[in-house]
């Protein structure tokens, strides 16, 4: 289930960053790509350089133009110019499908430009269990780290939305899945904390689509109750917490923090959900209704109060702060 989505999560990191300076011709890209990508990558082959000029395979140019300019919409299958798809807050211009985000792209979309004061960057998950599956835990976490720049897969901070004052954290799938693990719970159960002392709106957009980290066991698991208790005091301290759920929310993420929110947002078309719809099928046994875990599915059955597009998010969290009056 991890390996499934990540390569998916790969493909779009890649596509937002433009190779392009100018708008120039089509063909021609460089036919070895800069294998910057971290080296735990599949590909041996392209580690030597200097056979990749004498040989020209006619698929490889194609692929690095489709990477760098374009991209695939996985909603419609058309191609996007990626920095269409840009411009429009990593939406398809043509079917609004929402594509994967970063965390530093979130805050970018989402906070009063320079706004963001980052807590807590020091954190950084440990192995205690010295766990290992189809590599040790601690590799796979400095794969990730270099791959995608983060120490772990939660950011938290303190910024402005639309000049309101906010306490902030945000998830990113593309690190382990999103998964909650000791520094996720940290992070996030210490920004609520503040929160409430500061007695600050909390906005918390989540994209894990990992739940529980495993390769943390129960160290993992008991971040879903520590940060749920965190939420429960700031609730009672009288605190406004909106939840955004983004594709895709689900496991112990979704069944915690995600879904305590006084007000629960979700993107258009996001997974939101606990165990995915194969595990649900083989234990229930029983006909699994179309898009059940979708966001427009659970607004529909209430356990989320509103679907939001990306383009609005901005704006709907600020008129929920006045609103609220906080
Ligand atoms: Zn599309």
Redesign the pocket.
């Known amino acids: 289930m991890a390996d499934r989505s990540l390569p998916q999560v790969a493909a779009a990191q890649q596509g937002s960053p433009p190779r392009d300076p100018s708008g120039g011709a089509l063909p021609t890209p460089p036919l070895v790509q800069p294998s910057g990508d971290g080296p735990p990558a599949e590909e041996p082959t392209s580690a030597s350089p200097a056979a990749g000029r004498a040989e020209p395979v006619p698929r490889r140019p194609k692929r690095s133009v489709a990477d760098g300019l374009w991209k695939r919409?996985?909603?419609?299958?058309?191609m996007?110019f990626a920095k269409e798809a840009e411009r429009r807050l990593g939406v398809?211009?043509?079917?609004?499908?929402h594509f994967y985000v970063s965390a530093r792209e979130r805050i970018a979309q989402l906070l009063d430009e320079g706004t963001f004061e980052e807590w807590y960057a020091e954190l950084e998950p440990a192995d205690p269990l010295e766990f290992c599956d189809k590599r040790p835990y601690i590799e796979r976490l400095r794969a990730e780290q270099q791959r995608t720049g983060l120490r772990d897969a939660a950011v938290v901070g303190a910024a402005m939305i639309r000049a309101r004052r906010v306490v902030f954290g945000v998830t990113d799938s593309a690190f382990i899945m999103g998964s909650m693990g000791s520094v996720v719970g940290e992070k996030l159960t210490r920004a609520i904390e503040r929160a409430t002392e500061e007695r600050l709106p909390l906005i918390i957009v989540s994209g894990s689509g990992g739940g529980a980290r495993m390769h943390e066991g129960i160290l993992s698991l008991m971040q879903m109750a520590k940060v749920s208790a965190a939420l429960a005091r700031y609730d009672q301290a009288g605190g406004l917490f909106i939840s955004v759920l983004t594709n895709p929310t689900m496991g112990g993420v979704a069944a915690s923090f995600a879904s305590l929110g006084d007000l629960v947002f979700a993107e258009p078309k996001a997974l939101i959900g606990f165990a995915g719809p194969r595990t649900i099928q083989a234990t229930i046994r029983i006909e699994l209704p179309k898009g059940f875990q979708t966001s427009e599915f659970l607004l529909e059955h209430g356990f989320i109060d509103r679907v939001v597009r990306r383009c609005d998010l901005k704006s709907e969290i600020a008129r929920a702060i006045d609103y609220c009056g906080k």
């Open positions: 919409c996985p909603g419609c299958q058309a996007i398809c211009p043509q079917c609004d499908y």
